[in-house]
C-alpha cells in the first residue's frame, strides 16, 4: 500500500461547479496535511495547509480532514479554467519530519 | 523577499556523467530539502540539510550526495548518471526540522540522455 494515494485523473469539471479531490494515507498518526497545485512545467506551489478534523477555507477552496478514516480532500468551487493543473497531496508521516506526495491528480476545467 | 531560487533551470548530460544543482533557500529559512519528481508522479524526498549536516535521508542511492554551505544554500549532485535520473528536482526550503510547511523553487529539469 503507497502511503498517501490520489486518483490520477484526469478530472473533468465544467466551470462554475464544484471540484472534489481526494486523497487517503496509510499512516494513522500522520498530523500534518498539505495541498499543493502545479501547473505545467511549474513547480508545486502550496495552496492549503490543514492539520485538525473537519474543514479548512480559504476563498474557493476548502479542506477536509478525517483522521479516523484516513482521508484528506480539496474542494474547489466555483471552479474557474485557471485552476487546471495537477494537484498534489502531502502528508507529513508521523515522525518523519518529511513530506510524502501523492501522485497528483490532474484537474481540467472545462469552460 | 526572494523566494527559493535554483540553478541551472534546464540541463542535459550523458549517462554516466556527474551533475551538481544549487539552491538558495527563501530568506530566514535554515531548513532546505531536496525532490525529485519524474514526469506523472509526485515529488519523492532525496534528503534534507541543516546546520550543513543531512538529517534525513529517502530512499536513494549513495549517487546522490548534497551538501548545505554556512549561508544555507545547497547542492545536490549526483554521479553516475542513468537515463532513469531525467527528472525534475526540486529544493524546498522551510524554518525547522519538522517538515511542514516547505517552500518550492522552480526547480532544475534534468534530462539524461
Known amino acids: 500500500q503507497k502511503e498517501v494515494e490520489q486518483n490520477s485523473g484526469p478530472l473533468s469539471v465544467p466551470e462554475g461547479a464544484i471540484a472534489s479531490l481526494n486523497c487517503t494515507y496509510s499512516?494513522?498518526?500522520?498530523?500534518?496535511f498539505f495541498w499543493y497545485r502545479q501547473y505545467s512545467g511549474k513547480s508545486p506551489e502550496l495552496i492549503m495547509s490543514i492539520y485538525s478534523n473537519g474543514d479548512k477555507e480559504d476563498g474557493r477552496f476548502t479542506a477536509q480532514l478525517n483522521k479516523a478514516s484516513q482521508y484528506v480532500s480539496l474542494l474547489i468551487r466555483d471552479s474557474q479554467p485557471s485552476d487546471s493543473a495537477t494537484y498534489l497531496c502531502?502528508?507529513?508521516?508521523?515522525?518523519?519530519?518529511?513530506?510524502?506526495f501523492g501522485q497528483g491528480t490532474r484537474l481540467t476545467i472545462n469552460p | 523577499d526572494a523566494g527559493v531560487t535554483q540553478s541551472p533551470t534546464h540541463l542535459i548530460k550523458t549517462r554516466g556523467q556527474q551533475v551538481t544543482l544549487r539552491c538558495s533557500p527563501k530568506?530566514?529559512?535554515?531548513?532546505v530539502s531536496w525532490y525529485q519528481q519524474a514526469l506523472g508522479q509526485g515529488p519523492q524526498f532525496i534528503f534534507q540539510?541543516?546546520?550543513?549536516?543531512?538529517?534525513q535521508r529517502g530512499n536513494f542511492p549513495d549517487r546522490f550526495s548534497g551538501h548545505q554551505f554556512p549561508n544555507y544554500s545547497s547542492e545536490l549532485n549526483v554521479n553516475a548518471l542513468l537515463l532513469g535520473d531525467s527528472a525534475l528536482y526540486l529544493c524546498?526550503?522551510?524554518?525547522?526540522?519538522?517538515?511542514?510547511?516547505?517552500?518550492f523553487g522552480e526547480g532544475s529539469w534534468l534530462t539524461v540522455v
Open positions: 499512516d494513522r498518526g500522520s498530523q500534518s
Open positions: 524546498a526550503s522551510s524554518l525547522d526540522l519538522s517538515g511542514n510547511t516547505i517552500y
Open positions: 530568506s530566514g529559512h535554515d531548513t
Open positions: 502531502a502528508v507529513n508521516i508521523q515522525g518523519a519530519q518529511k513530506l510524502v
Open positions: 540539510y541543516y546546520e550543513e549536516e543531512e538529517r
